[in-house]
């Protein structure tokens, strides 16, 4: 019997997280005829099959279930050793993975990712975006960028610093067909834009003034579930929109879209990196988060000295 390396164990543990071989391999940095190559050597080392495999489905066996639930701990148990060890070294080295939305990683891209690349060249740091909400744990995540509002309450959260605004906007050719809504209640007179969030429900949109709090599930001919889809639909004056106010921003002040209701969109809590509170950070993972602290302190002043005075 050939002894079994970390590398194949990790490599079980890759494909039980990302549910497919060819997602795995990428993690992995390896091909996945290698991976698949490894996996038949390794359950022809232990004489038992860890998953079932068919060309449209993959799931773990009973032995593969048994193997996940006794092997996983202690990998986590390595790999934070092998973190706390790294901790030490002067120059940051590896890569980070980051699970952020769209907008998120549009956020942190120049500020923040490419600085701390230019700090550390020996730094890779792997950004994936979706839309849905995922385990940043379980799905092999260093960090996640979420609005705050979001961040599971078992995280370690680090704000980014500057606040985030709605911005209900539609065509300056919409309006003069349909009106302006001046009040909440009148976009129930419009079509809108229906979004339907990660988990199959549909976004209500959420107005604010003066503390008064007004929910509205709008009606409209489209629901989408991406904000770049939501754009075009209502740059082609099909309907008004409801949007995180950095998506448009740059429409607004071009006169591409009109701003409606802007005293009923007031700012809150932003973006935040969160991650684990139990782990080891590596010597990068905190040369991250700290450059993380100083641009939200510059960013929070920054948003002092522009801000009004009463």
């Known amino acids: ?36 190559l490894a996996i038949n050597k390794l ?43 790294r901790s030490e070294r002067d120059t940051p080295s590896g890569t980070i993975r980051i699970n952020a939305a769209p907008f998120a990683a549009r956020e942190i891209i120049t500020p923040l990712v490419l600085e701390f690349l230019r700090r550390y060249p020996d730094m890779v740091v792997d950004i994936v975006t979706e839309g849905r909400l995922v ?44 009106g302006v809504p001046l009040v909440p209640p009148d976009l129930l007179n419009h079509p809108c834009i229906r979004v339907r969030l990660p988990d199959g429900s549909l976004f209500r ?9 007004v929910q509205l599930d709008v009606r409209g001919p489209i629901i989408l579930d991406e904000t770049s889809l939501s754009r075009t639909a209502v740059l082609e004056h099909t309907a008004i929109g409801f949007f995180l106010e950095q998506s448009v921003l740059a429409d607004i ?35 991250f988060l700290a450059l993380a602290r100083v641009h939200a302190a510059a960013a929070q002043k920054a948003t002092r000295s522009t801000a009004p005075s009463e």
Request: charged residues 20%; contains cysteine.
């Open 1 to 36: 019997m050939e002894k079994t390396s970390l590398a194949d164990l990790n490599a079980v543990m890759a494909i039980t997280r990302r549910g497919t071989f060819r997602a795995a391999a990428i993690d992995l940095n390896m091909s996945t005829t290698a991976l698949s």
């Open 43 to 85: 359950e022809a080392n232990l004489g038992v099959r860890l998953f079932n495999r068919t060309t449209r489905s993959l799931s773990l066996t009973s032995a593969g279930k048994l193997f996940v639930e006794q092997i996983g701990p202690a990998l986590q148990g390595i790999e934070s050793g092998l973190e706390a060890v």
């Open 135 to 178: 385990d940043i744990v379980a799905d092999g995540f260093d960090l996640g960028v979420r609005v705050a509002g979001l961040i599971p309450t078992d995280m370690i959260a680090v704000p980014l610093g500057r606040p985030q605004r709605y911005a209900v906007v539609a065509t300056p050719q919409y309006l003069d067909k349909h």
């Open 205 to 213: 949109w959420r107005l604010e003034k003066d503390g008064e709090i």
């Open 253 to 287: 002040e071009a006169g591409r879209l009109t701003r409606l209701l802007d005293d009923w969109t007031p700012p809150f809590p932003g973006l935040c990196l969160y991650y684990p509170g139990r782990r080891n950070l590596s010597a990068g993972l905190k040369a």
